[in-house]
């Protein structure tokens, strides 16, 4: 039932930024884990950044420095902070949640995804 939306994609030249927005219709302190995940054309979808509801935070090496994850609670939001943006950034990028029920099973929630065009 958790519904996602992300906004905050364009066209940008490489050395510009971005902040994309996830807003959830459930309340972020109910799910497991936030992750943005990107899809590259020709690409397996990979995961860029993670945080964990205890706020343990992964990303993934190509943006390590880069980008930002962060969440508002208060309003149900998550961030991803583009900075530095490079052409091999450009893709489909997807807000995704999982969220565990007190039974173990693992339900997944993806937005319908945003894109970001990073030109040379």
């Known amino acids: 039932q958790v519904q996602l939306v992300e906004s905050g994609g364009g066209l940008v030249q490489a050395g510009g930024s971005l902040r994309l927005t996830c807003t959830a219709s459930g309340s972020f302190l109910s799910f497991d884990s936030i992750a943005w995940i990107r899809q590259a054309p020709g690409n397996q979808r990979e995961s860029v950044a993670h945080?964990?509801?205890?706020?343990?935070?992964d990303y993934a090496d190509s943006v390590k420095g880069r980008f930002t994850i962060s969440r508002d609670n208060a309003k149900n939001m998550v961030y991803l902070q583009m900075n530095r943006l490079k052409p091999e950034d450009t893709g489909v990028y997807f807000c995704?949640?999982?969220?565990?029920?007190?039974?173990?099973?693992?339900?997944?929630?993806w937005g319908q995804g945003t894109q970001v065009t990073v030109s040379s």
């Open positions: 995704h949640v999982v969220e565990i029920s007190p039974s173990g099973y693992a339900n997944n929630y």
């Open positions: 945080i964990t509801a205890a706020g343990v935070i």
